[in-house]
């Protein structure tokens, strides 16, 4: 590493050092004032940060249940994957710690969210075959949750079925989500990031199955009231939304609905970030698209995924024992950029809501690009 990438990355840990003190305070400060602290992602330790990546494993074969449960982590202080502490399902992990604050503050007015899955908790299955778009759509193929209060908030994009648990209730992990890989971007944002983000979701078309929209949040993030009543969306059919969070990190979210009919990665994200991608995906499906080799991006399909050796890390293990959605810069020349989102490549889900999260990190993509140990590459 030359010195002038030496002092970029050690500049960027420094911000992240500076960032992980700034948002602690504002944890100690809340407290202090008897409040309740702003609402936020949280790390392993169960402190705020500003974003973190998870990754849930698969289960090997003829392991024990546990070890379906593990899964490696990185966020904005630490960009570089480590095991997590505790399993996926116990409350003190972070994806447990973060949803921790939608259990506490779901009732108050204080705060709004939502809770989407296109295959949500099995007790929600009557509601959701009853519920259709006035545009006779199927609802996007997209996960996540969206929590805020009137000073921030996190979006919490994830891969997992019938999860999280609607409220009220309190957090826990399905079993249908332990036997496959899962994937986790959880970002802190700023209040005023929600007019956008709330825009971005609604345009996905997700299959809400908890939400609540008080005032003064119905006004300023419209795009939550209009999927409380269930509104349906209108041209332009995809939008691309660039996010700041909390601490200054730079997102790009690219959203589309059903009627943008097309193929999410070639057709878009590629030429919109300018780079070659690596795409995983769940391959298990009917209609799964070939890599796309036709100029002028690349778009290629992951076949087998593998951690760095030491650190917890499993062996190698297959796309298709990963649920998981993310895609990754094939080179660094176009950018470093790390996506993670809601949409397979297959025929099937041209046709449905969906979109993706990036981030153009070196650090980041470092990490998620040495994953890829396999990919359908394109005939010279």
Not at 191 to 219: C, G, H, K, M, R
């Amino acid at each position: 590493m030359n010195s002038s990438s030496l002092q970029t990355e050690l500049s960027g840990q420094s911000g992240a050092r500076t960032m992980k003190y700034l948002l602690y305070l504002l944890f100690l400060s809340s407290l202090l004032d008897g409040a309740v602290a702003a609402v936020s992602c949280y790390n392993d330790n169960g402190e705020p940060v500003d974003w973190f990546f998870l990754y849930k494993l698969p289960r090997p074969r003829q392991r024990p249940l546990e070890d379906g449960l593990r899964y490696m982590y990185l966020d904005s202080e630490n960009q570089d994957w480590r095991e997590g502490r505790g399993s996926i399902n116990q409350s003190e992990g972070a994806v447990g710690r973060t949803l921790e604050q939608l259990y506490k503050l779901g009732e108050s007015s204080e705060v709004a969210y939502v809770l989407y899955n296109d295959q949500p908790p099995r007790k929600e299955k009557e509601r959701r075959e009853e519920s259709k778009w006035r545009t006779g759509y199927e609802k996007g193929h997209t996960k996540g949750v969206v929590l805020l209060d009137r000073s921030q908030g996190f979006w919490l994009v994830h891969s997992t079925p019938h999860f999280p648990p609607p409220l009220p209730g309190e957090f826990s992990y399905p079993s249908s989500g332990v036997h496959n890989g899962q994937s986790f971007l959880c970002v802190t944002y700023s209040y005023a990031q929600f007019n956008n983000i709330s825009e971005q979701v609604f345009l996905n078309q997700p299959d809400w199955f908890n939400i609540s929209v008080p005032e003064p949040f119905a006004t300023d993030c419209p795009g939550l009231q209009k999927l409380a009543q269930e509104e349906s969306v209108k041209a332009p059919w995809k939008s691309q939304s660039s996010l700041t969070s909390l601490g200054g990190t730079a997102f790009i979210s690219f959203a589309k609905a059903a009627q943008f009919n097309d193929a999410l990665y070639h057709s878009w994200v590629a030429p919109a970030l300018g780079s070659d991608l690596l795409v995983q995906f769940w391959p298990n499906s009917a209609g799964v698209l070939p890599s796309n080799c036709s100029p002028p991006q690349h778009v290629l399909n992951v076949q087998e995924i593998g951690f760095p050796p030491g650190a917890g890390a499993p062996p190698p293990f297959s796309s298709h024992v990963d649920h998981s959605k993310w895609c990754v810069s094939e080179g660094e020349a176009a950018g470093a950029w790390t996506c993670v989102g809601d949409v397979n490549r297959d025929q099937g889900e041209e046709r449905r809501g969906g979109g993706t999260v990036c981030i153009d990190n070196r650090l980041v993509w470092k990490s998620y690009r040495q994953l890829v140990q396999k990919y359908s590459k394109c005939e010279d």
